[in-house]
Structure formats: structure tokens, C-alpha cells
């Protein structure tokens, strides 16, 4: 097999002592230091990808962000101090220029900073040469050097102003520096006199404006070295109430630790967990506070205002100014949506957890499950967390009163087991929360471990090894011999064999079972750290001290691969037992095939920036774990030469059961019959609802038909109203006709004597104007010829002027390719305008002189026209006359065509009023149908009164029946208990016998060294008698045990035998009493129907009887549901008690001994 491969899928944790330590990358993800590498998270999809850090780095101290969003800077400690600079729009995030400088002492850059056209690139050493370096970084090159203070003032930050590249701000212990770079040298702007302090952080303004802040809460404006505005924090102490009975805390100091800028003003931190925001204020160089953030309290935590005195070390924006992220130096990352925090009215606004807590301290212990892929690491902070590594989230954390030194989960991963600096716990892993149920006097375990079955645990209490049994608690072996302390244990496969390595150079294999040490390999000179065994135990590897991987079979050494000058603290082993993981000292994690090979063979990661603490495999072989002192939690993905993930031999599923207290199950079954209730209660209102809508509308209904009448009566007397106008219409029509036939007959007379004169003068105009028009034509004709020839002109000129400069153009363009193609555009553009101006010149022109053209022709036109229509209106008015007398005519047919329509309409009007008669009758009619179905009513009323009297004696019928099933209900319940009783007295039984075989278990070993005792020495006749008599007696009370046992089962079939019988009764009685339910219901139904059928026909008066028989029926139905449920649930319960009765007949029969009970 080749050297097995792992690839970084997900790292927990950040590096809370690195500067700038969170970089927005865009709106949605961000750059942030973890482990030995930094990390590209998406905030919204949550995937990560790594930036490896350099292979002999000692840790990571500052970072810096390129304003174009393309380059990173990473300062890294070792033996010189270096600036590394990646390429992060890369897919691999690719190596980019490694800065140093060979004169400088100092081994870090504690700042470093880019310029805003991102092509310089500033950084500040420690000590002991505290000096500024200015580099054109891409060409490596050193353009300006300064030393910025002396050894006891450190420098915190440096920083390039963001609208020039020039001029640089350092910030320090006493330290306010303006620098700005010209003619290669950095020169220093002197401040006004202003007392120095510690400054610990600022920021760059609009207008060459800064702001810093100090150890002391106070910020200050500068406007180039003069001071502009001066502001004090003054930190608000909350009183929190606290689980824990330490004394208070002294009230903590307002520090300004980090300033942020954004559109409106600036954000700072203001003390421990504390950020203010400030807008410009009305006045020029002035500020107000608009908002405090705060970080919100932990309530997983004994302390829960523990979490606000975190001190915030740096703030940063989106590029859309939408999110604020903040990290402390707890490791912490917390997140708050600006939009959000300004729609809130409230000026106190809290963060959230970016995506989830993570530890801040030393993570000592790591542990994963068979059942569920649940990781549980513990640490130096007091808290145990529960991790998924499959979906890469934090499941369930909790903070104690005390440290963890170590953990174990349960392979069912319910159960989990933590060795704290007091006591060792044993707690169930609930659905929200970790509770203990179980403690054991070990004080600082550091050391254990569940066995592979999980019915056995081992804890390690300085040099010797406790068993306990996982449900009894007991302590069943004890292991001792080692002189030093343990420092990993290991169970193997069937859990019949426990290894251990401790400081004192040995490696013992245990005999789980009687204690004893089966196998040793001691070797003095090595303090061995941990070790790993082979899926068929015969092959131990182990790792100390001497810088060496040990093989060790049969308890002999039978190779030594050493580990070029690297100390290993952790190995392990996958479960197919091909491969091999190491983890360093200096945070490396290292992969080796398995056999080992000859040649010093394996595959080396940078994973974390502290000595590795523990390494596990999961289950299934495919991610292994690591977490180190650097308290990064880190999932690697293991892989194969193609990059693909492993196949796995069997598919393992994960199980979905959790624990939950019977309380809380409780309260959800109580929240939920609640809900069930409303549900009822809002089904009856809409029901009232909706009959109180039948009942509006009905009402509706009748205003409406009554509006109908009158709207009908409205009319008709409108109808009379309309004849008598239209009568007089008739009449004075008749009269306007007459007088419109002798104005006729006058204005034809008139217009034929005025028509006659006006062609006469028409015909002359139209004369002269046919002159001017033709003399016209020609004057245009001429101007457009000679126009036509100077646009020409014009054109050939252009065109020759612009080849010549094209050509002119071409020759630079070989030149300079660039700027040439930018020319071209613009000459072609300028052509392309300079013709459209000209043929639009002269298209304007066009139609300019052809519009005059055209107005000429039709004024022409429109004469001749005019002069033909003078002599066609006279033979118009002749047919206009002749039509009027036509028109005339066709008046009198109409007027005929009226009298016929007013003669069909006095019809429709007589047999409109039939209608009506007609239409009276038949509401007699109604009138003499609704008084026969009031009497009918008054019988049903009559059928009424019988009904509810024979519906109560029905209802007396029920409430026998009902006690019945009450008392059923009493004597199910008493079953229960006896039952319950028998449970109880079964374990007790088995208790007995489980006591009875321990002791007969201590007897035989008592025989057994007895025997060999005899053996040896001479044999004496009292003992072999002694023997023989304690041999009988253990033997007689065995035989009196199994009788007890077999009369105890007979009593308990008899028992069951018993309560079946009564079950069978109790089955037959509900159904007799479901049947006759069946034929009450049956009998109801029919009365309702009865009902249901005359309700059609009836009055508003019925409705009172409607709503009677309702209601009883409502009544009716839930008693009949009420009823039906609790006969199913009576029915599940014989189902589930004959069930139990079978199984442990069944149990019996097999194993002749009474099974262990739960109740």
C-alpha cells in the first residue's frame, strides 16, 4: 500500500494573539488565522478553505489585506523575521514573494501594512530594533528604513493613509508618529504639544483626519499633527447576578483596543465586551455616540457575565458596511447585521456567534463514538464540547467550575466520561445539556477511556489503573505496576487486553479480566507519550521521548524508525490497520503505510501552531482528528492518490435516539394536548361564526328583494313620465321642421348669386399664383444644385483630411499599442460624427427646400381644387336639396315606425300588469302554504318534546355503562400495579442470583488456590474434610436457589395466566358496549335526519329547535369520540401487556432464569 494521504477539511478554533487577525475577503467570507494556516470562510455556505503557512514557521503574528482584495501578508516568527504574501483570487491561494531583510536582529514583524494602490507594503520588527521597512514588495525591494522608538516603548500598529501612498501613522507606548516618505526617506511631521500616552490603536478618516485611541478610554481627532476633538469613554458597569461564589471581579479598565471606520463615522471597542459606534455630529470635526454593542452573556456557562469581560482585539467591516465582526482574545469570533442593529429602537444592541464558540485554552482530551459521529474534546477553559465532524457544527457545549483534563464518550454517545482537577464525572448527554449522574473520588484524571463493547471504562489516577463497570459502577480490577505516571491507555479490539505507556519507560499489557500483566517492555532512557495497537493486537507502536516510532511484538523492540530531530506526542492507528498517523511536537501531522517501510518513508502537514495534544480515526476510516495546545480543534479528510475519499468496507449507520428527562417530555406532551384543545375551541367558534354569517345574509336577502320591489314601482311611474315628454317631443318637432324647410329654400337662393361672384375672382388668383410657383421651382432648383456641390467639396476634403491623420495614427499605433487603440476609437468616433453631421446637414437642407416645394405645389393644387369644388357645390346643393326632400320623407316613415313602437310597448305594458295579477295570486298562495307549515310546526314541536324526553332516558341508559367503564378503567390500573409489583420482586430475584454467582465465582477461585495449595504441601486430613463439608454446603443451597427459582416462575405464568383471563373478560364487555354505542348512535342519526328533512320548509321561528338538536348532537358526537378513544387505547395496552407476558415466557423457556425488568 502507498503512504496514505490526508487533505484539511475543517479547522474549529482562531489565533486570538495574532494582530489583525479578521479580514473581510468579500460580503460573504472572511480570512482569519487558525492553527498554522489562515482560513477562507463563507459565512453563508460555511465551507473553509486553507492558506498554508510556511513549513519552518514558529507562528503566525500579523496580517495585513491588500484595498484591490487580491494579495494577503502573513508575519511569521522563526529564525528571521518574514512577510509572506499570497495570491487569494488564486484557487490555491499560491505563494506569491517571501519578504526579509539579513541586518535585522529582531525575529517578527509585529505590524505590517498595505499602500492603497496595493504596491507597497510597510512593516514594523520588534524588538530589540523596533524598525519601520518600506518595500516596493513585488521587485523585493527596501525603499525607506526608520527606526520608530527605543526597547521600552513597544509600537502596536502602522498603518498607510488611504488616499496617500506617502504618508504612514505608527502608534505605540508613548509613541504618536506622522511620517511621510520623500526622496527616499522617511521623514517625521511633528505633532502640537500634547502629552504622550499609550496609544493602542487608530484608524484613517476622510480629509487626512485620524483617530486614535488609549489604555485610558480616550480618543482623539488629529487633523495632520492638530488636535480636533477629544472624547472619554466611561464604561457603565452592569450588575449580573453570578452562579458562582468567587468575590467580584475589580471593575475592568476601558481600553480602545481596536478603531474601524465606515461611511457615516467611526466604531471602536470601549472596553471589555463593549463597542461603541459614533456618527458625525452637526459640527465640523465633531462626533456623538449613536449605539453600544455589547458581547451577550453565556448561559452555558456557571458564569454567564464571564463572557462579557472579553477584551475585543480587533473590529472589521464588510466592503457593503451590512456586518460587523469582532474577535477577542478568547479565541471567540462574534458577528451583529448594522441593518438590524439600526431598525432596532433600542440604543443596546448584542452580537452573535459568528458560527460557533470555539475553546480558548489548552485542549487536553479527545474522544469520538461508534453510534453517532459526535467528536467531545475538554480543556484547560473548563468547558466540554460536543462536535459533528460530517456536518462540521457544534452539537452541545457546557462550562464547569472546574478544569478537564481528560474525556471518554460512550460508543453509543450517550454517555460521556470527564476527568475534572476535583472529582471524575460520569453525565448523560441530553437533548440541550450535559448532567451529571455519577461521580468517583480520582482527582486530575488525566487519562480515560470506554471500552470498545462500552460495558467497561478505565481511568488512570496517577500510576495506577482503575476498571469500572459501565452499570454497576464497580470497581472490578485495580492495575499497578508502574513507577511513574501513565500517559495513555489503549483497550484492543475484543476488549479483553488494556495496553498502557507511562514517563517511566515501560509499556505493560493487561489481562482485563484477572489484572494480570501479561506483557512488559520497559526501556528507561525513553519517557514514552503515547501509543496505538493493531486491529489483531499483536503489534504495539509507541512514541516518547527519544524522537522515535517503536514497533514492539511479544513485548520485544523490532524497529526504530527515528523522526529527524522531531518529538512526537501522539500516534494512532486506523481501524483497517493500513495506516499510521503521527502528530508532533511542532504541530505537524505525519502519515506512514503500514508495514512500516525500511527507508524513513512518510507524508508531513502543517496543521497547528502548538504541540499536538491527541489524534483519533473515526470509525470508519475516513476523517482523522486532531487538536493541539494552540486550542484549534482540526478535521482532516483522508484521502487516496487521486484525491478521492476512501471507500468504506461497511456501511456503519449513524443512530438518531437522544436522552431527554421525563420533565421535559412532560411538558412538550402537556404543550402539545394544549394546543389540541385550542384547536377544538377555534373549530366550535368558526362554526358560531359561520351561522352567524348565514343569519346576516338571510337578513341581506330580504333588503334586497324589498329594494327590488320598489325599484320596480320607481319605474313604472317613470315609464308614464317618459310618454308624456315624448308626446310633447312629437308635437314640437313637427313645428321645427316646418320652419327649417323656408330657411332652406332662402339660403340656396343667397349662396348661388354669392358662389357665382367668387369664381370669378378665384379663377383670376389662381392665374398669378401658377406664375410665381414656376419662377419658384426654378430658384430652388438652383440653390439645391449649387448646395449639392460645396456638401461635395466639403466631404472630399474631410475624407482627405482624416486618411492622412488615420495613416499618420497607424504608424503610432506600432509604437504604443495602448494608447494607439484608444486614438483609433476616438477618430473613428469623430468621423463617424463629423459625416453623420454632415449628411444630416444636408438632409435638413433636403427637406427643407422640398417642404417649401410641397406647400407650393398643394396651395397650387388646393386652387385648382377649390375652383373645382365651387362648380361641383352647385350641383351639390341641387342633390343636398333633393336629399333634404328625401330626408323628409324617410322623417314621416319613421315617425309612422314610432307609433308602431309605442303601440307594441302599450301591449307589453298590458301584459305586464297580467303578470302582476298572475303574480299576487301565487303570493296568496305562499301566504296560505307558510300558515299550513306553521301548524306543521307546531306538531314538530310536539315530535320535539318526545325526542328530549327519550334522549334523556337514553343518556340514563349511557351513565351505567360509563361507571362500568370507569371501574374497568380502576381495575386496568390495578393490574397494572400488581404487575408492576411482579416486575420489581423479578429483579430483586435477579439481583439474588447475580450475588449468589459472585459468590460462587470468589468460592472457586478460593477452591482453585486452595487446590493448588494442596498440591505443594503434604495434605491434611481436617482440611480435605473441612473442604468436603463447605463443597456440600454450597452445593445443597445451589439446589434450594433453583428450586426457589423454578417455583418463583411457576407463580409468575400462574400470575400471567390470571390477568390474561381478566383481560379476555374485560375485551368482551367493550365490545358489547361499543356494539351498543353502535346502535345509539344509529337511532340519534335516524332523529337528526328526521329532523334534517323539514328544516328546508321552515320559518325563522324553527331556528331556536335547529340550534336545540344541534347542540345535543354535538354533545352526542364527542361522548361517542371520547369513548372510541379510550376503548383504542385499552386495546393497545392488553396488546402491549400480552406482548411483555410472551417475551418472557419465551425467556424463560430459553434461559431458565427470570430477565432483568425496566419500569
Known amino acids: 500500500m502507498t503512504t496514505p494521504l490526508v487533505q484539511a477539511n475543517h479547522i474549529f478554533g482562531l489565533q486570538a494573539s495574532v494582530v489583525n487577525n479578521v479580514l473581510f475577503f468579500d460580503d460573504q467570507s472572511i480570512i482569519y488565522p487558525a492553527g498554522s494556516s489562515c482560513v477562507r470562510y463563507n459565512v453563508d455556505q460555511k465551507w473553509q478553505k486553507f492558506i498554508p503557512g510556511a513549513e519552518k514557521s514558529q507562528g503566525m503574528l500579523a496580517l495585513a489585506f491588500s484595498p484591490n482584495h487580491r494579495y494577503l501578508a502573513v508575519s511569521e516568527k522563526g529564525e528571521k523575521a518574514t512577510v509572506t504574501i499570497y495570491d487569494v483570487q ?28 496595493s504596491k507597497y507594503l510597510i512593516a514594523q520588527s520588534g524588538k530589540p530594533d523596533w524598525t519601520l521597512i518600506y518595500w516596493l514588495w513585488k521587485k523585493q525591494k527596501i525603499i525607506g528604513v526608520m527606526k520608530t522608538t527605543t526597547n521600552t516603548n513597544p509600537i502596536y500598529q502602522i498603518s498607510f493613509n488611504p488616499q496617500d501612498n506617502t504618508q504612514l501613522c505608527v502608534v505605540g507606548d508613548g509613541v504618536l508618529k506622522l511620517l511621510r516618505y520623500s526622496d527616499g526617506n522617511l521623514k517625521q511631521t511633528n505633532f502640537q504639544k500634547f502629552e504622550l500616552q499609550n496609544f493602542l490603536a487608530h484608524a484613517w478618516m476622510p480629509e487626512d483626519h485620524i483617530i486614535v485611541g488609549t489604555d485610558t478610554g480616550k480618543l482623539y481627532l488629529f487633523e495632520l499633527a492638530e488636535l480636533r476633538w477629544e472624547y472619554s469613554i466611561v464604561l457603565e458597569i452592569r450588575k449580573s447576578p453570578s452562579i458562582s461564589h468567587m468575590p467580584p471581579p475589580p471593575p475592568p479598565q476601558t481600553k480602545v483596543t481596536a478603531i474601524t471606520i465606515y461611511s457615516k463615522g467611526f466604531i471602536c471597542s470601549a472596553g471589555p465586551g463593549v463597542v461603541y459606534m459614533f456618527e458625525r455630529g452637526e459640527e465640523k470635526d465633531t462626533f456623538k455616540k449613536t449605539r453600544v454593542i455589547r458581547i451577550p452573556q453565556d448561559p452555558y456557562s456557571t458564569d454567564p457575565s464571564h463572557a462579557e469581560q472579553q477584551e475585543i482585539s480587533t473590529l472589521c467591516l464588510s466592503p457593503s458596511e451590512e456586518a460587523l465582526i469582532a474577535s477577542t482574545n478568547k479565541n471567540q469570533l462574534y458577528s451583529i447585521t448594522l441593518s438590524s442593529a439600526e431598525i432596532s429602537k433600542s440604543e443596546l444592541t448584542h452580537f452573535e456567534f459568528l458560527c460557533q464558540s470555539f475553546h480558548s485554552n489548552v485542549i487536553t482530551g479527545l474522544d469520538i463514538c461508534i453510534r453517532k459521529p459526535l467528536v467531545a474534546t475538554s480543556s484547560v477553559d473548563r468547558s466540554i464540547r460536543l462536535w459533528n465532524y460530517e456536518t462540521n457544527v457544534l452539537e452541545l457545549y457546557k462550562e464547569f467550575q472546574e478544569e478537564a483534563y481528560s474525556v471518554a464518550i460512550h460508543p453509543s454517545g450517550l454517555y460521556i466520561l470527564v476527568g475534572f482537577s476535583d472529582k471524575l464525572r460520569l453525565m448523560n448527554l441530553l437533548i440541550d445539556d450535559i448532567r451529571t449522574f455519577k461521580e468517583f473520588t480520582i482527582r486530575s484524571c488525566r487519562e480515560c477511556s470506554f471500552s470498545n463493547g462500552g460495558h467497561l471504562f478505565a481511568v488512570v489516577n496517577g500510576n495506577v489503573i482503575h476498571i469500572h463497570s459501565t452499570t454497576t459502577f464497580e470497581n472490578l480490577v485495580n492495575l499497578k505496576g508502574h513507577n511513574g505516571k501513565i500517559r495513555a491507555i ?13 514517563m517511566d519507560g515501560a509499556v505493560y499489557e493487561w489481562n482485563t479480566l484477572t489484572g494480570k500483566r501479561e506483557g512488559e517492555c520497559v526501556l528507561k532512557s525513553c519517557s514514552y507519550t503515547d501509543l496505538c495497537i493493531t486491529p489483531d493486537s499483536k503489534t504495539i507502536f509507541a512514541v516518547g521521548s527519544d524522537r522515535t516510532l517503536k514497533e514492539i511484538t511479544d513485548s520485544q523492540i523490532i524497529r526504530e524508525v527515528p523522526s529527524n530531530d522531531v518529538a512526537y506526542t501522539c500516534v494512532v492507528m486506523s481501524h483497517s490497520g493500513r495506516m499510521l498517523f503521527l502528530g508532533a511536537a511542532n504541530g505537524t501531522v505525519r502519515s506512514i503505510k503500514i508495514p512500516l517501510p525500511v527507508k524513513s518513508e512518510w507524508n508531513e502537514y502543517q496543521a497547528h501552531s502548538g504541540p499536538i495534544t491527541k489524534m483519533v480515526v473515526t470509525f470508519d476510516d475516513l476523517y482523522l482528528l486532531t487538536v493541539s495546545e494552540d486550542a484549534c480543534f482540526m478535521i482532516w479528510k483522508i484521502i487516496d492518490k487521486e484525491g478521492r475519499v476512501l471507500k468504506r468496507d461497511k456501511e456503519v449507520g449513524h443512530a438518531e435516539e437522544i436522552l431527554i428527562t421525563k420533565s421535559d417530555l412532560q411538558e412538550k406532551n402537556q404543550l402539545s394536548l394544549e394546543l389540541k384543545t385550542r384547536v377544538e375551541e377555534l373549530k366550535m367558534e368558526n362554526e358560531y361564526q359561520l351561522r352567524l354569517k348565514d343569519m346576516n345574509y338571510s337578513d341581506k336577502i330580504k333588503e334586497l328583494t324589498e329594494k327590488f320591489i320598489q325599484e320596480m314601482e320607481s319605474l313604472k311611474t317613470k315609464n308614464q313620465v317618459l310618454k308624456t315628454d315624448k308626446d310633447k317631443i312629437e308635437i314640437k318637432h313637427k313645428e321645427d321642421t316646418a320652419l327649417i324647410l323656408d330657411r332652406h329654400t332662402k339660403d340656396i337662393e343667397d349662396l348661388e348669386s354669392i358662389n357665382n361672384q367668387k369664381l370669378m375672382l378665384e379663377y383670376e388668383k389662381y392665374q398669378e399664383l401658377q406664375l410665381k410657383s414656376q419662377r419658384m421651382q426654378e430658384d430652388y432648383e438652383r440653390q439645391l444644385n449649387e448646395m449639392d456641390e460645396s456638401k461635395s467639396q466639403a466631404l472630399e476634403e474631410l475624407t482627405e483630411y482624416y486618411e492622412t491623420k488615420l495613416q499618420e495614427k497607424g504608424k503610432f499605433i506600432e509604437q504604443l499599442q495602448e494608447e494607439s487603440r484608444q486614438q483609433i476609437k476616438e477618430s473613428d468616433e469623430t468621423k463617424k460624427q463629423i459625416e453623420e453631421d454632415a449628411d444630416r446637414e444636408i438632409q435638413d437642407i433636403k427637406i427643407k427646400y422640398e417642404r417649401n416645394l410641397r ?3 398643394e396651395a397650387n393644387l388646393r386652387l385648382k381644387g377649390e375652383t373645382g369644388i365651387m362648380r361641383k357645390k352647385f350641383t351639390s346643393l341641387q342633390k343636398e336639396i333633393e336629399d333634404k326632400q328625401g330626408e323628409i320623407e324617410k322623417l314621416k316613415s319613421e315617425h309612422q315606425k314610432l307609433h308602431g313602437v309605442i303601440r307594441s310597448l302599450e301591449k307589453d305594458i298590458q301584459g305586464l300588469k297580467k303578470e302582476i ?5 301565487t303570493i296568496q298562495d305562499k301566504e296560505k302554504r307558510i300558515y299550513d307549515l306553521k301548524k306543521k310546526n307546531q306538531e314538530l314541536e310536539k315530535f320535539k318534546f318526545v325526542l328530549d324526553y327519550k334522549i334523556k332516558e337514553l343518556k340514563k341508559q349511557i351513565e351505567p355503562r360509563e361507571n362500568d367503564i370507569k371501574e374497568m378503567k380502576e381495575q386496568i390500573q390495578q393490574m397494572e400495579t400488581e404487575l408492576e409489583l411482579f416486575h420489581k420482586h423479578n429483579a430483586q430475584l435477579e439481583l439474588n442470583i447475580g450475588e449468589l454467582k459472585q459468590k460462587l ?27 468436603g463439608r463447605q463443597r456440600n454446603h454450597l452445593e445443597k443451597s445451589i439446589a434450594t436457589l433453583q428450586k426457589k427459582l423454578l417455583k418463583d416462575t411457576e407463580i409468575h405464568r400462574a400470575d400471567n395466566v390470571h390477568i390474561m383471563q381478566e383481560n379476555v373478560a374485560l375485551i368482551k364487555e367493550i365490545n358489547d358496549l361499543r356494539h351498543e354505542l353502535k346502535v345509539a348512535r344509529i337511532k340519534g342519526h335516524d332523529l337528526e335526519v328526521a329532523l334534517g328533512t323539514l328544516k328546508k320548509n321552515k320559518k325563522p321561528c324553527a331556528v331556536e329547535f335547529k340550534d336545540n338538536c344541534s347542540r345535543n348532537a354535538v354533545t352526542r358526537l364527542n361522548f361517542d369520540h371520547e ?8 386495546q393497545l395496552e392488553i396488546k402491549r401487556l400480552q406482548e411483555q407476558n410472551q417475551a418472557k415466557e419465551d425467556a424463560y423457556q430459553s434461559a431458565g432464569i427470570l430477565p432483568a425488568l425496566t419500569t
Request: hydrophobic letters at 30%; proline letters at 1%.
Open 90 to 117: 488564486h484557487d490555491q491561494s499560491r505563494k506569491k514573494k517571501s519578504l526579509s531583510v539579513n541586518d535585522l536582529h529582531a525575529q517578527e514583524f509585529v505590524s505590517i501594512a498595505f499602500s492603497p494602490d
Open 490 to 502: 489503549v483497550w484492543n479490539s475484543d476488549d479483553s487486553k488494556l495496553i498502557s505507556c507511562g
Open 855 to 857: 406647400d407650393e405645389k
Open 917 to 921: 295579477l298572475e303574480r299576487d295570486e
Open 1001 to 1027: 465465582k470468589a468460592t472457586e477461585a478460593e477452591m482453585r488456590k486452595e487446590m493448588e495449595k494442596f498440591e505443594i504441601a503434604t495434605v491434611d486430613s481436617n482440611i480435605q474434610k473441612e473442604f
Open 1123 to 1130: 369513548s372510541e378513544r379510550i376503548i383504542d387505547l385499552q
